[in-house]
């Protein structure tokens, strides 16, 4: 008998019932409570990035990073794009000096929460357009993850990369990528955008990137001997499990969108 369902199946289901709606809801809000959202969504990934890279000067590095992050955020929220970025450059330094032997994995987990949550800050910005463009991340990076589990599963086939994470095939992450490009167009059709190749293709490389973020944190617990990052939400483990794929997805799109329209990056990611 097929068994396509894992033993945490039950539980991954349930969380994700529950935290959908509240995501899509504050998103949909966006302003203040989007941010604060993204904001403490980046704090909870310091401190589980900080548990799994055994930091020293666990509190100091904690303070120096959540402040550059905190700091970073409120000026995109005032669309100070610039010095968000100047604000996280500093925070990475001071980082840095902050855990002096251990600097790269200090400056690294800054990085890591910054990439993951300032993107969808600065693509959501205060018009409907903004919505759409994080709902097409989220549709990305939740149809890719969805998707490869459940293929990889049913299919399996030679492994993705064995030496960094086991369970994962090349016919979950095949799967995973022609999802989430459907799912991304999906979004797209919905709120009546126009189709085009190139939008098709921004999709497919945020979906490659989303995997390539999934791999780099199973690569760094497994580095570090660690399973979960924390047991924050039942049967995803902690954030920088759940998020790990939102790191590349959403920092690919900000990347594409700035490239195309810098100052409207909703513009320049779905508009062709």
């Known amino acids: 008998m097929l068994v396509i369902g894992g033993s945490d199946l039950k539980q991954r ?8 709606p509240v995501v899509l809801g504050i998103t949909w809000l966006g302003g203040p409570l989007f941010v604060l959202m993204w904001g403490l969504a980046g704090l909870v990934l310091l401190h589980e990035w900080s548990g799994v890279a055994r930091l020293s000067n666990e509190r100091i590095w904690f303070a120096v990073a959540g402040g550059a992050l905190v700091c970073a955020s409120l000026l995109l929220h005032l669309g100070s794009h610039s010095y968000a970025l100047s604000a996280m450059l500093l925070g990475a330094a001071a980082c ?23 993107p969808v800050m600065a693509l959501r910005g205060a018009g409907d357009l903004g919505f759409v463009a994080v709902v ?13 589990y459940f293929v990889g599963r049913a299919v399996g ?17 095949i799967g995973g990528l022609v999802a989430g490009v459907v799912a991304a167009l999906l979004v797209a059709l919905f709120w009546d955008l126009p189709f085009s190749w190139p939008l098709a293709l921004v999709a497919l490389a ?9 791999l780099a944190e199973s690569a760094l617990k497994r580095l570090f001997g660690v399973k979960d990052a ?23 799109a900000l990347l594409i969108a700035e490239l195309r329209a810098p100052g409207s990056p909703a513009v320049g990611l779905l508009l062709w």
């Open 157 to 173: 086939g030679p492994k993705l990369w064995p030496s960094v994470s086991p369970n994962k095939t090349r016919s979950g992450a």
């Open 206 to 214: 945020m979906s490659t990137a989303a995997q390539c973020g999934d």
């Open 96 to 118: 840095a000096f902050a855990v002096p032997r251990q600097s790269g994995w200090a400056v690294g987990g800054l990085l890591w929460a910054g990439a993951t949550v300032l």
């Open 230 to 252: 924390s047991h924050l939400i039942p049967g995803h483990g902690g954030l920088l499990d759940r998020l790990d794929s939102f790191a590349g997805a959403s920092l690919m």
């Open 13 to 20: 289901t349930l969380s994700a019932l529950v935290l959908v």
């Open 136 to 148: 097409f991340i989220y549709a990305v990076v939740w149809g890719t993850d969805i998707f490869a």
